[in-house]
């Protein structure tokens, strides 16, 4: 989690990261567009290195 939030700040992205018992959820888009943008698909792609 705390990586996680890491690469969100030096992305300057905030995404929603949701933590239950044995479950990691992140939602990431992007306001401004109301969608996903290429932006957000690298912040999955650095969060999926970390094994999220």
Request: charged share 20%.
């Amino acid at each position: 989690m705390n990586q996680a939030g890491e690469i969100a700040g030096e992305e300057a992205h905030h995404p929603t990261i949701l933590l239950n018992y044995n479950r990691v959820t992140m939602t990431i888009w992007t306001h401004a567009i109301d969608g996903l943008s290429r932006n957000d698909f690298i912040l999955a792609a650095k969060f999926d290195e970390l094994g999220y």
